[in-house]
């Protein structure tokens, strides 16, 4: 019996290549947060999800998949990237198997949703795994910037579309398990219909102060403003995922809380951390304001860069650090949650003062659709862009010395 499993699993996988071609070809469908409370609602059918699911996960790991084979091959090679390959293989291979059974057979629906459950955990670590990889790439090769910005370019994506494959696997695993979250009876899956914003403002805040304390002795203040300008003074709440906004607003207060204590150093009290949350028609957006300094504008962008980071670089075997702690990932990452509803993330530095950073998110469910990546030529072109001569003057990094062009008396 075992020797039947293992060449049926040899075989899947030499016949993998064509399922990765044929499902590329097909786009990803992107839902909008009211389709997946539809999907979750208590009317929910699980084998509409299931069918769905087994064609629409395929569609998204091939697309990614497909992309990973267009980065350097230095880049590839790198032990932590072919791990993260494995994992990516061996996930399709396993959804692959559901393609042609019956979805009437309640089987075949619990082992769907085991092998989701399955699939999440083997995806855990992918985040580090793949930033473990740049880090073995920059230590081993030398840098360009082409290289760079392709990097850039796919990490952003790679990372978006494991946003998404796991919002679609949490979904189904959550809803249709048969329990209830006793700590949040009210949410469907990992969507809460009435998202107190403020509420989760509060929560990240006080993670982030105790993270603080544990490292500087001390941290400063919440100041919080709540502008409702559709409920006058009721609080602002959202369709929204709470473990997206909590991600983004833990990031952006530890980021707050670092540069507000190290520019106080000298200092007998700290400025609070200012919050400020409003809602309209269209957008909610939450700004978080701090005196720590502020940046330099040249480096603005480097701080969403996953090639660059102010911190030092962690040790995956470390689990004391805070997530992502020296990687440089933070902001990022924090980016591409509030850009896959079609929100964003947007920093706004004064140095020498502080910095405001604003998430933007939409008010309304049926506006918040997924952002996803495609793999098509337009994609395949920016794996191809060249480097080229800059049509602006580039300021040299030292003041030109004009007494070379002093002419004698």
Same mark, same amino acid.
């Given at each position: ?22 499902? $590329? *070809?097909? %786009?990803?469908?992107? =839902?909008?947060?009211?389709?997946? @409370?539809? #999907? ?120 978006? $579309? *494991?946003? %998404?494959?796991?919002? =679609?696997?949490?979904?189904?695993? @959550?809803? #249709? ?121 040249? *480096? ?110």
């Amino acid at each position: 019996m075992k020797f039947v499993r293992f060449i049926a699993q040899n075989a899947a996988l030499a016949n993998l290549p064509k399922q990765v071609e044929r499902f $590329s *070809r097909f %786009s990803p469908s992107p =839902l909008s947060i009211k389709q997946f @409370l539809d #999907f979750g609602s208590s009317n929910a059918c699980e084998r509409t999800s299931f069918v769905f699911l087994r064609q629409e996960l395929p569609v998204r790991l091939s697309n990614i998949m497909k992309e990973i084979n267009l980065l350097p091959e230095k880049l590839v090679t790198t032990p932590s990237v072919k791990m993260v390959q494995s994992w990516y293989i061996q996930s399709l291979m396993e959804i692959l198997e559901f393609l042609n059974h019956n979805p009437s057979d309640h089987k075949v629906l619990g082992d769907f949703v085991d092998a989701l459950v399955s699939i999440r955990n083997r995806h855990n670590d992918v985040v580090p795994t793949m930033a473990q990889g740049i880090i073995e790439y920059k230590e081993t090769f030398a840098q360009d910037p082409v290289t760079n910005q392709n990097i850039q370019y796919f990490l952003d994506r790679f990372y978006m $579309s *494991r946003i %998404s494959i796991r919002m =679609l696997i949490n979904q189904h695993t @959550l809803v #249709f398990d048969g329990a209830t979250n006793p700590i949040h009876p009210d949410t469907i899956g990992i969507i809460d219909p009435h998202c107190d914003v403020t509420k989760v403002v509060r929560d990240a805040f006080q993670s982030a102060k105790m993270l603080c304390n544990q490292y500087y002795l001390s941290s400063p203040d919440l100041m919080l403003q709540e502008i409702n300008s559709k409920n006058g003074c009721n609080p602002i709440s959202i369709v929204y995922v709470p473990s997206h906004l909590y991600h983004m607003l833990f990031e952006l207060f530890k980021n707050a809380m670092r540069a507000t204590i190290e520019n106080h150093e000298s200092s007998n009290t700290l400025p609070p951390v200012r919050c400020m949350v409003s809602i309209g028609a269209e957008d909610m957006s939450i700004k978080v304001s701090d005196r720590g300094g502020g940046v330099p504008f040249r *480096r603005i962008k480097k701080l969403f860069s996953y090639m660059y980071s102010t911190a030092p670089t962690p040790d995956l075997g470390d689990h004391t650090r805070a997530p992502l702690a020296g990687f440089g990932y933070g902001l990022p990452i924090s980016r591409l949650y509030a850009k896959y509803f079609q929100g964003d993330l947007q920093l706004y530095s004064m140095e020498g003062y502080g910095t405001d950073a604003v998430i933007h998110l939409k008010a309304l469910s049926a506006d918040s659709v997924e952002r996803l990546p495609v793999y098509n030529k337009t994609a395949l072109r920016n794996y191809k862009v060249n480097q080229k001569a800059d049509d602006w003057c580039v300021p040299s990094s030292e003041p030109l010395d004009l007494a070379n062009y002093r002419t004698p008396e």
